[in-house]
């Protein structure tokens, strides 16, 4: 396979099954999600589905195989949270440490901008010391990515009869404005750039 002909692009209800093929191992042998079971392909489908309403699910393809995938979802509820998202990624087993992770949050950060969003942040599960289950990968790539750490949970997620901490990290990819522009809806965005 060779990475230089990956592709980013929208990822569609039909991808379900290949990307729920990505996440289960993260549910079934990793702390990296605290997830303990794996979400049926209806429910899968169906979080794909309602995140693509307002906000980008990204995979990214290389020779017509999903290698991974990144998407960003509402950072809180409350209407002064509109320009934050958590955003999160999660790379096939096999394809880890290629460079993918780089292209597709790249992309991403992109379309959140066309949206309006100004302020990026990652929930992030953290081992108080690195094991089989989790290590802090997923915070070195964040750093490399520009995010910075800005608060850490303790003993707060209970995995393979292991306690693990959790941090947030952010990224502003934006300008924070006094009149700031309201936020744009992916569908409508996607209709108008991407089709």
Request: glycine share 8%; with cysteine; charged share 30%.
């Given at each position: 396979m060779n990475i230089e002909n990956l592709q980013i692009r929208i990822a569609t209800v039909e991808d379900s099954a290949a990307l729920l093929d990505i996440y289960k191992p993260y549910v079934e042998k990793t702390a990296v999600t605290f997830e303990y079971e794996v979400p049926s392909l209806?429910?899968?489908?169906?979080?794909?589905?309602?995140?693509?309403?307002?906000?980008?699910?990204?995979?990214?393809?290389?020779?017509?195989?999903?290698?991974?995938?990144?998407?960003?979802?509402?950072?809180?509820?409350?209407?002064?949270?509109?320009?934050?998202?958590?955003?999160?990624?999660?790379?096939?087993?096999?394809?880890?440490?290629?460079?993918?992770?780089?292209?597709?949050?790249?992309?991403l950060e992109n379309i959140l901008r066309k949206q309006n969003i100004v302020n990026v942040n990652a929930c992030i599960a953290y081992p108080i010391e690195e094991d089989t289950y989790l290590s802090k990968d997923s915070v070195k790539f964040h750093e490399k990515m520009g995010y910075?750490?800005?608060?850490?949970?303790?003993?707060?997620?209970?995995?393979?009869?292991?306690?693990?901490?959790?941090?947030?990290?952010?990224?502003?990819?934006?300008?924070?404005?006094?009149?700031?522009?309201?936020?744009?809806?992916?569908?409508?965005?996607?209709?108008?750039?991407?089709?």
């Open positions: 209806e429910e899968f489908s169906g979080r794909i589905e309602r995140i693509l309403k307002k906000y980008p699910v990204l995979v990214a393809e290389c020779e017509n195989m999903i290698l991974g995938y990144a998407y960003a979802g509402a950072f809180q509820s409350r209407a002064a949270y509109a320009w934050a998202v958590e955003t999160s990624i999660y790379i096939r087993e096999d394809s880890r440490k290629l460079g993918i992770g780089r292209f597709l949050y790249g992309e910075r750490m800005v608060g850490e949970f303790r003993k707060c997620g209970y995995k393979f009869n292991r306690w693990y901490n959790m941090v947030w990290m952010e990224k502003h990819i934006g300008e924070h404005q006094k009149k700031q522009p309201p936020v744009k809806v992916f569908s409508e965005i996607y209709k108008e750039e991407f089709l």
